[in-house]
């Protein structure tokens, strides 16, 4: 056992750290499929499903099940290439994202100086997984959705990083700890209300969650972009979709409501409390709200979001110059 | 609600029309026929229709609204006299709002010069009904923009409403189907925007076609219609249907006048016994028969609960489209609500065919009252919940005001009728205008909307739904006393209890289990304020236990036809949502 050195043993504990934080993502976002019908069904004066072991807690399983062993179809029409590797971007690009999520003081994958930044890079990343699938699919529904997924992306990827830069301004870092440890005595909900405003309808947008579920919109589009894919591929964007869910709730959570921060608890309950109550949130919010029009979204993120960001950093900016200390 | 918007002259007495028509045109053109329709039946000659259709529509009080136009094949039909000679015979139904009235155009025609002239130019709405008549019958109209079959698939050979073409599958040759036949049959659907006199593409644009339907989350069954699209923009598009057509007009044919009734109920599949009522009371008036005063309030009562089962399916569905998932769930809850009661009264859920020749199955079960009024307690406070949670919401507004809208007129053009013409602000409301079953006893309003556009269809639903709980609740209040069946011969099925004591009731009520009534030769038509628009039938009897012919017209229909004057230039979310806010289902369009 000489090669377990100190050296060794944080490398394999960082490891572990690593896989247990991915795995442990990727099977949160399966479960939310499961609990966001049973909560949507709680809502809806429904039972949702409530078949598979007790209180349906094995729907999960049998999903799973279910979709391994579909046909894995890929369209004559399509372009293979690029077909295959939409879902692997979308699932790789939203996963790699949760190595700059601190979630405890000692948990976490990846101390990054430009923590956020790589956010910000690997948002714009899984803009191409809903591009490549919906030009590869050779679908014109599909391409609609594409079409509208890259222009909603876009516009409101320009914002997202804008509302984030208040709480940059502030801390003085893009370090996620540093930003976390600056909101020990004081969420940053508090002086950057504005920013957590927009950072959450960004964040929205760009899971494509209802109501800016606009590239899938079953009503108009019967699923948009993904509609070409079966199986596990298909299955990637689904849980992709979740699994963007909780990465930003986890944003948020980081970066403006202090992160693990709070009392009595231990910092992974409250980091894990806080996350919750904004996964319930998006989901509720997709059981309350019809979904605008794509060119309302589309003004809305510039004519509105936009300035309101700019506002925001602005101000923030002057009292940052004003205030000492 | 006794607004004076209409002038009532003693609604289709007279022929004051028919004097008006002759003075122009010169007698010799024109026949009168007598009927039990109600309105002035006239036979013109083909040269002279087209000038009689415009005298029509721009005369003071016009007959603006093209209601109906099909055809009967009068080849077998015995009892005509005093008609003119006519192998085929097109008939052309208009509709004056102003004056309340209706009149009926008939054309004889030879079946060696199937040929009329199109009217298309006159109504547009008559595009698709004279589609239909070639689909149907073989009669050719020239001058018209696209005379291709609309419900039958386009390669089919024949034409299903003559009385020669079969009615049954078994007077066919098996059915078979080998590889070809089904590449050609996939063929002939393809799409071919030249043949619709679309562009491909225009300067530096090409646009896409997009093919919505027949199976599409939000075309409310099997409806299609074509996209031209230059990015999410609407250029032209093409509705296509007949993909639920189940020759409803031709079993007609085949059934008795009792048997038949099950069928109406599958006509407009949300509508229960709303469609029994408009068959039932034109087969009435044919056979002569007055209904007690209980079984018109029962039918009432039932018309009603469907009225609002209907329209919470729709409420549900129009919220849906416009991507709020949770209401749906809401009304079906209602509607569950509803069918407790429609099952408790008539034993069937969806389909009750509840109504019978001369009254209704059966009397109401003890307790009804209870059962009904608990659904009356139920309704208000959830209907409005549903304008707080979604009629007010700021994203909901945005999503339908001033998204296709129309205008009274455009609505009359189109042959919109019933909560969607009423959306425009027009008062027209048959319940009120032409009261049947009964109407003219109950106190109700009519709601009225302004802007015609997509939230005043919804918007005036809702309200409708209010009106019809307070038409229950005077049923309930009021229910008279008396027999659920008029005592009359033709009453189907008869009365058993003096059967089993005289031979010849017996036998007569055997014969007419057995036969089914015999119908004396008339025709009659009965219109209804269905839950989607004005439903009617047109009922020929040529004095047996069939009907010769029916004609069904539905509200959907027309509405489907003037989707593309609405949408060119809209959004395709906006298409869905007017889709949404038409309120059609696709029997009621096919039938």
Redesign the interface.
């Given at each position: 056992m000489e090669w377990l050195t100190p050296q060794w043993q944080a490398n394999l504990l960082a490891m572990g750290q690593a896989l247990v934080i991915l795995l442990g993502a990727v099977l949160l976002g399966a479960v939310l499929t499961v609990i966001e019908r049973r909560l949507?069904g709680l809502?809806?004066?429904?039972y949702g499903p409530n078949r598979v072991g007790p209180f349906g807690s094995l729907q999960l399983v049998a999903d799973m099940i279910k979709i391994f062993f579909k046909e894995d179809w890929i369209p004559p029409f399509a372009d293979r290439t690029l077909f295959v590797l939409s879902p692997a971007i979308a699932m790789a690009s939203l996963l790699l994202s949760f190595i700059i999520i601190p979630i405890t003081p000692g948990w976490g994958i990846a101390d990054l100086h430009i923590g956020l930044l790589f956010f910000f890079a690997m948002a714009g990343i899984n803009v191409y997984a809903v591009l490549f699938g919906g030009w590869a699919s050779g679908n014109?529904?599909a391409?609609?959705g594409a079409?509208r997924a890259s222009a909603q992306t876009l516009s409101y990827e320009v914002f997202m990083g804008l509302a984030l830069m208040g709480v940059v301004a502030i801390t003085g870092s893009f370090n996620m700890r540093e930003i976390v440890n600056a909101q020990a005595d004081l969420w940053f909900i508090v002086p950057q209300f504005f920013g957590f405003c927009t950072f959450l309808i960004a964040g929205i947008a760009v899971t494509h969650r209802?109501?800016f579920d606009q590239p899938e919109?079953?009503?108009?589009?019967?699923d948009g972009y993904h509609v070409e894919y079966s199986s596990m591929k298909f299955g990637m964007f689904f849980i992709g979709e979740y699994v963007g869910m909780v990465l930003v709730s986890a944003l948020i959570v980081t970066l403006f409501f202090g992160g693990w921060h709070g009392p009595w608890l231990p910092p992974v309950v409250w980091f894990a409390l806080k996350t919750g109550f904004f996964l319930i949130f998006f989901i509720l919010l997709?059981?309350?709200?019809?979904?605008?029009?794509?060119?309302?979204v589309m003004s809305f993120g510039w004519k509105v979001c936009l300035p309101l960001t700019l506002v925001n950093l602005l101000v923030t900016g002057a009292v940052v110059l004003l205030v000492p200390g | 609600m006794d607004e004076a918007t209409t002038v009532t002259p003693p609604a289709n007495t007279g022929y004051d029309i028919y004097s008006a028509l002759a003075q122009r045109f010169g007698d010799e053109h024109f026949v009168r026929q007598d009927t039990r329709t109600g309105m002035p039946v006239v036979w013109v000659t083909a040269e002279r229709l087209i000038g009689s259709l415009q005298f029509l529509r721009d005369m003071s009080a016009p007959f603006n609204l093209l209601f109906d136009l099909s055809a009967v094949d009068e080849r077998l039909r015995n009892n005509r006299q005093g008609l003119p000679a006519s192998d085929f015979t097109v008939f052309y139904q208009l509709m004056s709002i102003d004056r309340n009235a209706d009149i009926m155009l008939k054309v004889a025609l030879d079946k060696d010069s199937l040929r009329l002239p199109s009217c298309v130019s006159v109504f547009p709405c008559a595009n698709w009904y004279e589609r239909e008549v070639w689909d149907m019958f073989g009669v050719e109209f020239t001058g018209h923009p696209h005379l291709t079959r609309i419900l039958m698939p386009p390669n089919w050979s024949g034409h299903p409403l003559r009385r020669d073409y079969p009615a049954r599958a078994t007077e066919f040759d098996p059915y078979t189907m080998t590889l070809e036949s089904q590449q050609a049959d996939q063929e002939a659907l393809k799409f071919e925007p030249e043949d619709w006199g679309m562009e491909r593409e225009r300067g530096e644009s090409e646009f896409?076609f997009?093919?919505l339907g027949p199976n599409?989350?939000?075309a409310h069954g099997a409806f299609r219609i074509v996209l031209q699209l230059d990015?999410?923009e609407i250029i032209d598009c093409v509705p296509d249907i007949g993909y639920h057509h189940r020759g409803a007009e031709k079993m007609a044919e085949r059934q008795s006048w009792h048997s038949f009734i099950p069928y109406t109920d599958r006509i407009d599949y949300t509508g229960g016994v709303m469609n029994n009522l408009p068959y039932i009371l034109a087969v009435e008036k044919l056979a002569g028969i007055q209904v007690p005063a209980r079984v018109e309030t029962i039918r009432v009562m039932m018309a009603e609960m469907f009225r609002i089962s209907s329209h919470l399916l729709f409420l549900g569905t129009y919220?849906?489209?416009?991507?709020?998932?949770?209401p749906v769930?809401?009304t079906f809850?209602d509607r569950q609500k509803a069918y407790e009661v429609i099952e408790g009264i008539t034993g069937f859920r969806m389909h009750p065919a509840w109504f019978r020749i001369g009254g209704v199955m059966q009397d109401l079960p003890t307790g009804w009252e209870k059962l009904v009024q608990g659904f009356l307690d139920w309704m208000p406070k959830r209907l409005r919940e549903y304008e707080r949670?979604?009629m007010e919401?700021t994203?909901?507004l945005?999503?339908t005001r001033n998204v296709a809208p129309f205008n009274t007129r455009e609505a009359i053009e189109w042959g919109v009728t019933g909560p969607n013409l009423r959306a425009t602000g027009c008062n027209f409301d048959l319940r009120k205008q032409r009261p049947y079953s009964g109407y003219d006893n109950f106190e109700f309003e009519v709601p009225l909307a302004a802007n015609g556009d997509v939230f005043d269809r919804g918007q005036i639903r809702i309200e409708e739904m209010r009106q019809s709980l307070r038409i229950i609740q005077q049923c309930v209040n009021n229910m008279p006393a008396g027999d659920y069946k008029a005592d009359h011969p033709l009453t189907t099925p008869p009365p058993r209890e003096r059967m089993l004591q005289h031979i010849e009731t017996l036998i007569t009520h055997f014969l007419q289990v057995s036969w089914g009534p015999v119908l004396p030769p008339n025709e009659s038509m009965q219109m209804v304020e269905a839950t989607k628009g004005i439903n009617s039938y047109y009922l020929t009897s040529d004095g047996n236990t069939m009907s010769y012919r029916t004609r069904i017209r539905t509200p959907s229909f027309p509405h489907l036809q003037q989707i593309p004057a609405l949408m060119r230039g809209g959004?395709?979310?906006?298409l869905?949502a007017h889709l949404g806010s038409i309120d059609f289902v696709m029997a009621d369009v096919d039938r």
């Open positions: 949507l809502w809806q004066d429904r014109k529904y391409l609609i079409m209802h109501p919109a079953e009503q108009e589009l019967a997709r059981g309350s709200l019809p979904r605008p029009r794509y060119d309302r | 896409m997009l093919n599409h989350p939000s990015g999410e919220l849906q489209d416009l991507g709020a998932m949770t769930f809401f809850t949670t979604m919401n994203i909901f945005e999503r959004f395709v979310p906006d869905i």
